[in-house]
């Protein structure tokens, strides 16, 4: 039985490639904890999550203050244990995106490093269903972009093999919602997908409203119409269009997921590592998601979420957001549209740690010890 002997913690701060805007904030910066756990066999595991501009020092105090030293001595292979144990531990601030956020990146960190052990890449030691999934992309399709400039991007993504393209909605009025969205469609034709993303910007009777409006544009689905919360307001939605409503980008709570789904709030699952904190619940969601026949879809962190959605049977797209380059020597492996589950041990991220180090924030880097 190998102990957890060390903790290193790390937070990089990375500008996103392009500008991103959606119906209610900009994406301006990408904090990102890291954690790289060792054991007395010496071997190492790493994992991460991540914020959008705020949040991420507390974080980093969560963790150094109350997490880590917590994982002292335990044995790394007892991740279900361990999750739960920190959980309770911060129990009285969960449910809630900063402890989920810390809980992220050790419970990744904790899979990387048995996967490593086992010598097997996490897409097979999670499940094996499939070493590919479909692409569709959201980088070119932000709220600021020009109509055309939205055209082209779906085209070239569409001459890619990529299966879709998202496209951000919330525009004041919803004539220039439907106006953009149906340049793409007529651009595109019938057999390529759109995806819509209104990021909680609208009422229950404005997204009735609206999905109305944009129902003969054939959509993928109208991704977070509401906010997350609003259970009832998204059950009401979905009983009103028949295009599918997907959630979970900012649902932190398995029990969130099983009452949207319980209630027929949603058809697509779009679960966040960072955000339901980490791959142990993530992959509870996952299977149950099965359970209601509903695919997974799962939000941002693509060079993570490709092994985890190839790791499954229902897992439907993966999204085509690049977050690390800058901190990544291999990337992510695309070929006709599909992205390639990796077949290196481990969660499939190859850290240039030279990057790492040197973008790191000097006053969040911690070591702890036994």
């Known amino acids: 039985m190998a102990k957890i002997e060390k903790i290193e913690l790390r937070m990089v701060d990375l500008v996103p490639k392009v500008k991103r805007t959606d119906a209610i904030q900009s994406f ?9 756990i060792t054991d007395s066999d010496g071997a190492t595991g790493t994992g991460y999550s ?28 007892q991740i279900e244990a361990i999750w739960h ?14 402890t989920a956020i810390a809980l992220a990146a050790i419970d990744t960190a904790l899979w990387d490093l048995r996967a490593r052990k086992q010598n ?37 993504a569409k001459a890619k093999g990529f299966t879709g393209s998202k496209v951000k909605i919330g525009k004041p009025h919803g004539s220039e919602d439907v106006a953009r969205l149906s340049a ?63 959630v979970g980008e900012s649902l932190y709570s398995i029990r969130h997921f099983r009452e949207y789904m319980q209630k027929g709030g949603c058809n697509i699952v779009q679960v966040d590592v960072g955000r339901i904190g980490g791959i142990t619940p993530w992959l509870k ?48 492996r695309i070929e006709n549209g599909h992205a390639l589950a990796p077949s290196e041990p481990g969660i499939g991220i ?15 880097t911690t070591a702890i010890v036994k």
């Open 28 to 36: 301006v910066s990408q904090e990102t904890p890291i954690v790289t």
């Open 184 to 246: 793409v469609r007529k651009a595109v034709g019938d057999g390529y997908e759109i995806m819509t993303d209104c990021n909680q910007g609208f009422s229950v009777d404005e997204a009735i409203r609206r999905a109305e409006r944009l129902r003969e544009l054939d959509l993928a689905w109208i991704e977070e119409p509401l906010p997350a919360d609003d259970i009832d307001g998204h059950v009401r939605l979905s009983n009103s269009t028949a295009t599918p409503i997907a």
């Open 285 to 332: 969601v996952a299977h149950a998601a099965e359970a209601f026949d509903m695919p997974v879809c799962p939000h941002f962190l693509m060079e993570l979420h490709v092994s985890l959605a190839c790791a499954i049977q229902n897992g439907k797209y993966v999204e085509y957001i690049p977050q690390l380059d800058e901190l990544t020597g291999r990337k992510m």
């Open 120 to 156: 097997l890449p996490l897409w097979k030691l999670a499940g094996g269903a499939k070493d590919r999934c479909p692409l569709y992309t959201t980088e070119g399709g932000w709220l600021h972009i020009e109509t055309q400039a939205l055209v082209d991007d779906a085209l070239a």
């Open 50 to 77: 991540y914020t959008i501009g705020t949040g991420g020092s507390s974080v980093m105090r969560l963790l150094a203050d109350h997490l880590a030293p917590h994982l002292i001595g335990r044995d790394a292979d």
């Open 350 to 364: 190859d850290w240039d740690w030279d990057a790492v180090k040197a973008k790191s924030i000097a006053e969040f």
């Open 85 to 98: 144990d920190l959980e309770f531990a911060t129990h009285a601030t969960t449910i809630g995106a900063i």
